[in-house]
Structure formats: C-alpha cells, structure tokens
C-alpha cells in the first residue's frame, strides 16, 4: 500500500519563476492538504483540497493556487517567486469522513530552493 | 488564534534515559491532538493520536497524554535510543477547522 508520495523531492528555482508541486494520497484517502515548512519551523497550513475544491485556506496569499483531480491527486503551484518561499513543502492526506478524527499521512515533501 | 508551544527546544540525554517533551495549546477546543516525528530533510511520520475524549495513548516505548482542560500534552519516551535522535512536533485540531496548527518542535539528541 503506497503511502503519500510528492514529486519533485528537489526543486531549483530562480525568483520571479513558477513552480508546481505534486502529490498523490494515500490509497483510500480523499483529503489533501499542503503545508509549508520554513527552516527550524513547525508546518504551515496552506490550504486544503476535497472533491477538487479548496475547502480551506491559510494565510498565504493568492500567489499560491492548488488543484485537486478526480483521481484525489493534487498540485500546489507557486507564482512571481520569493526568495521567502524558499522551504519543504508537505502534502498530507486523509479520509474526509471525520477528517478531524483521523490521523493524517504525510509524503516526504519536496524542497525548493529560489535563487 | 490557537497556538502551539513546545518546550525545549533542544535537549540532549545519554542512551538509556527516559525523557519527557512538552506541548502546550492556548485553545482548549481541540478535536485532537497528534505526535509527529521528523528526521532531518524528510517528512513526518504520525507516532501517535489522541481524540479529545482520550488522557492518552500507547506505543511501544511512547507514551503521550491530554489534558485538555489544562492545554498540555506529553510525550514520554521510556529507555531511548540513539535512533529516537530527530524532531518531535505535535499538532492540534480544533474548532471549526480540519487543519492541523502545529508547534515548532524539540529536537531531540540521544548520545551512545
């Protein structure tokens, strides 16, 4: 049973650029969320992603979109790059039945780095 | 606003010892309450989950505790080992929301 993967492990890029992020949930989960993580820091919430809508979001601004797909795979896209934005990037999944009741999977994450 | 706070930061034992960490929330309206470990570089792995009605919860040599009316929580690692060396955050959910707000974690180093 596959857990959360995320794909690229390793991102580089320059400020200004776009980048997308992607994840695919755990067999049998739903919900996606996606956190930031900063250096020496505890995870971010960003916003979260069920039956491909965005049914919350964090305090980030509109310069970080998502996208879920029917088969419960999402993306995370990044627009106009900030050396700030420079982190690892978490995607976790969970069964929105009582999502509050029920541990949530996370992938390895993806690093970006911006120059 | 909820927030989460844990307490040390940083702590350094010898192999053997059995230690505590900490983790305090400021809202007491919490769903649950859950431990995560990160090793350097990688992703969480959930160690352990406890719902609001729940004083604690068991596994292996971990033991984590609620109290919710107190707004703390504990991790007790019994016997350590060098390979429990990493970050331990723990996250709450509560109130209206389904995500997770977590504390910015201790990292632990247990010596040979």
């Known amino acids: 049973d596959a857990g959360v993967t995320q794909s690229p492990t390793h991102l580089i890029k320059t400020r200004g650029q776009q980048v997308t992020l992607r994840c695919s949930p755990k067999?049998?989960?739903?919900?996606v969320s996606w956190y930031q993580q900063a250096l020496g820091q505890g995870p971010q919430f960003i916003f979260q992603?069920?039956?491909?809508?965005?049914?919350q979001r964090g305090n980030f601004p509109d310069r970080f979109s998502g996208h879920q797909f029917p088969n419960y795979s999402s993306e995370l896209n990044v627009n106009a790059l900030l050396l700030g934005d420079s982190a690892l990037y978490l995607c976790?999944?969970?069964?929105?039945?009582?999502?509050?009741?029920?541990?949530?999977?996370f992938g390895a994450g993806t690093r970006l780095s911006v120059l | 606003k909820q927030e989460v706070t844990q307490i040390p930061a940083a702590l350094s034992v010898p192999e053997g010892e059995n230690l505590v960490l900490n983790c305090s929330f400021t809202?007491?309206?919490?769903?649950?309450l859950q431990w995560f470990r990160q090793d350097p570089g990688k992703g969480l792995t959930s160690l352990l989950l406890?719902?609001?009605?729940?004083r604690e919860q068991t596994s292996g040599r971990l033991n984590a505790s609620l109290d919710k009316s107190s707004g703390r929580s504990t991790l007790y690692i019994a016997a350590s080992q060098p390979g429990d060396s990493a970050t331990y955050l723990c996250?709450?959910?509560?109130?209206?929301?389904?995500?997770?707000?977590f504390g910015t974690g201790t990292l632990l180093a247990v010596q040979p």
């Open positions: 976790a999944s969970s069964y929105s039945f009582s999502v509050a009741k029920n541990i949530q999977y």
């Open positions: 067999s049998g989960h739903d919900t």
């Open positions: 992603y069920y039956e491909e809508e965005e049914r």
């Open positions: 809202d007491s309206a919490i769903y649950n």
């Open positions: 406890i719902q609001s009605s729940q």
């Open positions: 996250a709450v959910i509560g109130g209206a929301t389904n995500k997770l707000i």
